[in-house]
């Protein structure tokens, strides 16, 4: 019914343009300026107060801006000097030269910071560069940027006192083929940063990290300065090498400023005798956060807003871009356009313009307006099925909303004041274009709580994204569980969670990429393809994943067990820094409480017994599956594996029983054996002991696994290394010390594994590191392969 009623309209509406066409009147149409909306002044338009000199050499001085002594500014603030010692001439402000006055920035004179070196490292050249701006109606653009040239530096740009503000870039590179020359300064020997709105001083300052020593063939020297970003391009090694350089950034990259009227706002500033904005104009605020206003001329006027008949009404019809096709009448801040009689149209030439009327078709009029009102009935009919469509895919995406928990989530939030808001939330066809439809050439890996794919954003970002199963309503809470948890984790050994998904049939979570599997398969091919995992390498991996569970157990916003410890769920990233995921199984505990009575939930061979039994679970269930991450990090094999003997089945019982009978030297990886000294081992056993002890009350804490575990990566240096003979130290190892663990072996048995001693060379490594990164993430062992 509706339908027929707009295809009816549509068919009245079309006869009667018709009648109008053929009754032979004239069509006058109107239309706004073309100019569009003016918040600027226009630099052809830059105009001095009257009888002022309104240039100095090439700059052209527009009023609010005059020259010193000469009354031509609108007050001492806004005054000029003109340095005629030069050829041109150059106008000054203060001791500060002047490029380019336009209507909401100024450009001046640019300064740097540099430090050269000698192949020696010793300094050749320091200059370091700061800028004031006073009392001034200037600020610092955030069209600028702080930016760092060099290979072996660290450079900081200071605030004043009053904004307490420091920042700042590092540059590290070894090698000149490196460094890109594309024109884009992207991190690797050259850094850029930010800097805040309202700026009015900074002191910049560049330092080098060796003297350049390493780096002085091809970047003799560091600079830093302060300057438009969209003036500077990059060159790379070309720049670095580039004598000139220095001088050609100064001539070349200005320093942006934007300018106000007075501190106070709109609404203050109309209110006073002096304000600056006259006819025909409108005041706009200021965006630098210091107050004070600027002037602009109203759309379909041009000129100098801050002079008494400054913005002029544009006469469009006189124009040469004349807008109209026929007859044109101008009007004070716009035009009309006209069609002669005979003629139809808006009369504006980039429109319909002025059709002549044809009054002997009107058969052919008539078959038209019915062809152009079907083909409307169709659009409308086109239109409403995609709208109903469309409803229909919004409720169903709701439904999914509310089906996978989405109340659930934000109740969760409000109460425990989180924030997935922070986090993106994903579309269900973003996840699939990155995922090529959930391809199974994307699948990362299958657990119990659902399938991880690798999926590539938009933005050439790569991602994990875990896909639940169907689930029921326990499922559904383990999932939101999860969002919960790592919503409130902040930890750099945690996977990070970057988004969710909520309106697929599904509930999707969207990790952080970790680019090298699980500790698991490293473990388990520790012979063979892991050959970097060498005892100071599982001891690191072992102090991140447990100061990980000792930051959710402890410094975490609630106390958080994460229930499901295991190598398996111990991921390594592309510098082989462990990360801890699969938060599904986790709880949070009311921080009234020490252990949490809940249904069992874990895997077999790291489930802890006492857990089992009571159903009471605690902080000591993490520590005892950990105790068995641990085990299988001392000897390479599996938590549970149905191919060893009844007695060896169970490697947690297994390790405890071998260590019992003095002969767990027989089954400690071969890596260990050969690295670690024998005191070293034995401190680790004892340590693997404790937290397999049934009992959990005997189990020390995570924070004490953790500062344990650090203490015994010092011991790095094998004692039978100090041994003169192989014969003295095959004769140590067979016979064993009073009181080792080891037993008696062959000792021809120790060295069946090659081992190498390094795999990366730090000195090859370059790129940029953000000055908030802990000191620890930019130095790495020697013998780490990241």
Not at 38 to 66: E, W
Not at 383 to 398: A, D, G, V
Not at 563 to 580: E, F
Request: glycine share 8%; charged share 20%.
């Amino acid at each position: 019914m509706h339908l027929l009623f707009a295809f009816l309209s549509i068919l009245s509406l079309l006869f009667w343009l018709a009648a109008t066409q053929n009754s032979g009147t004239t069509t006058t149409a109107v239309a706004n300026s073309t100019i569009p909306d003016a918040i600027s002044i226009l630099r052809g338009n830059n105009i001095s107060k009257p009888g002022c000199i309104n240039k100095c050499g090439n700059v052209t001085i527009p009023f609010p801006f005059g020259m010193e002594g000469t009354g031509c500014a609108l007050n001492p603030l806004f005054e000029l000097t003109c340095n005629s010692t030069f050829d041109p001439p150059r106008p000054m402000y203060g001791a500060i030269q002047v490029y380019d006055v336009a209507d909401a920035e100024v450009r001046i004179a640019n300064v740097m910071s540099r430090k050269c070196y000698d192949p020696t490292g010793t300094m050749t050249e320091d200059k370091f560069a700061y800028t004031s701006l006073g009392l001034s109606p200037f600020s610092f653009s955030e069209a600028n940027r702080f930016t760092v040239i060099g290979c072996d530096d660290v450079a900081f740009i200071l605030g004043p006192l009053e904004r307490n503000f420091t920042t700042g870039c590092v540059t590290l590179c070894s090698k000149a083929e490196d460094v890109p020359n594309d024109g884009y300064c992207s991190g690797i020997g050259c850094c850029q940063t930010a800097v805040p709105r309202g700026l009015k001083y900074y002191y910049a300052s560049v330092n080098s990290l060796s003297n350049h020593t390493k780096v002085q063939s091809f970047n003799p020297c560091s600079y830093a300065f302060l300057g438009e970003v969209d003036s500077f391009r990059f060159n790379g090694v070309s720049d670095m090498k580039d004598p000139l350089f220095f001088n050609k950034t100064i001539a070349n990259v200005p320093i942006v400023l934007d300018w106000a009227i007075g501190n106070l706002s709109c609404s203050q500033a109309q209110q006073l005798d002096d304000y600056a904005c006259k006819p025909n104009s409108f005041c706009v605020e200021s965006k630098t956060g210091l107050g004070g206003y600027r002037c602009a001329c109203e759309q379909g006027y041009e000129g100098n807003p801050y002079l008494d008949q400054g913005c002029q009404d544009i006469d469009e019809c006189e124009r040469s871009e004349n807008p109209c096709e026929k007859g044109c009448v101008n009007f004070p801040g716009g035009f009309n356009c006209t069609c002669p009689h005979g003629y139809y149209g808006d009369g504006i030439k980039s429109g319909r313009g002025c059709i002549r009327e044809n009054s002997g078709f009107p058969v052919i009029k008539f078959a038209l307006g019915l062809g152009f009102g079907f083909l409307f009935f169709i659009v409308g009919v086109t239109w409403l099925y995609f709208s109903i469509k469309k409803r229909k895919l919004i409720k169903m995406r709701e439904k999914f909303f509310e089906q996978n928990g989405g109340a659930l989530m934000r109740q969760q939030l409000t109460s425990n004041n989180g924030g997935v808001e922070s986090k993106k939330i994903f579309t269900a066809e973003e996840l699939e274009k990155a995922t090529n439809n959930y391809a199974d050439d994307r699948i990362l890996g299958k657990g119990g709580y659902g399938t991880v794919y690798k999926g590539i954003l938009p933005n050439k970002n790569v991602v994990a994204i875990k896909k639940s199963k169907i689930m029921d309503q326990t499922q559904i809470e383990q999932f939101i569980n999860e969002v919960i948890i790592l919503t409130q984790v902040n930890h750099r050994n945690v996977v990070k969670l970057l988004g969710c998904c909520l309106e697929a049939e599904v509930p999707l979570l969207v990790y952080e990429y970790v680019s090298n599997g699980t500790l698991f398969h490293h473990i388990i091919n520790s012979g063979t393809t892991s050959t970097w995992l060498s005892l100071e390498n599982r001891l690191r991996i072992a102090v991140e994943a447990a100061g990980a569970l000792s930051y959710l157990h402890s410094a975490a916003w609630k106390p958080i067990i994460h229930r499901d410890v295991k190598s398996a769920n111990i991921l390594l990233d592309q510098y082989y820094t462990a990360k801890i995921a699969d938060f599904g199984a986790s709880r949070l505990v009311p921080l009234d409480q020490t252990q949490v009575t809940t249904l069992v939930q874990g895997t077999m061979g790291y489930l802890d017994p006492e857990y089992f039994h009571t159903s009471q679970l605690t902080e000591k269930s993490d520590v005892y599956s950990f105790g068995v991450v641990l085990a299988e990090l001392m000897t390479g094999k599996k938590s549970i594996c149905m191919d060893r003997s009844q007695a060896e089945r169970n490697l947690a019982t297994y390790f405890i029983m071998s260590m019992k009978e003095n002969r767990l030297f027989q089954i400690l990886d071969s890596h260990v054996v050969r690295e670690g000294s024998l005191e070293q081992v034995q401190e680790i056993a004892q340590l693997v002991r404790r937290c397999l002890h049934l009992n959990s009350e005997d189990r020390p804490t995570m924070k004490e696994v953790t500062m344990e575990l650090e203490g015994l990566r010092k011991f790095n240096k094998h004692p039978w290394r100090q041994q003169e003979g192989e014969e003295e130290v095959e004769s140590l190892i067979v016979k064993g010390e009073e009181g080792d663990l080891y037993g008696n072996i062959e000792g021809r048995d120790l060295y069946s594994v090659k081992l190498s001693s390094s795999f990366t060379n730090a000195t090859d490594l370059s790129g940029q590191h953000s000055l908030e990164l802990d000191s620890t993430q930019m130095m790495l062992p020697d013998n780490a392969p990241r």
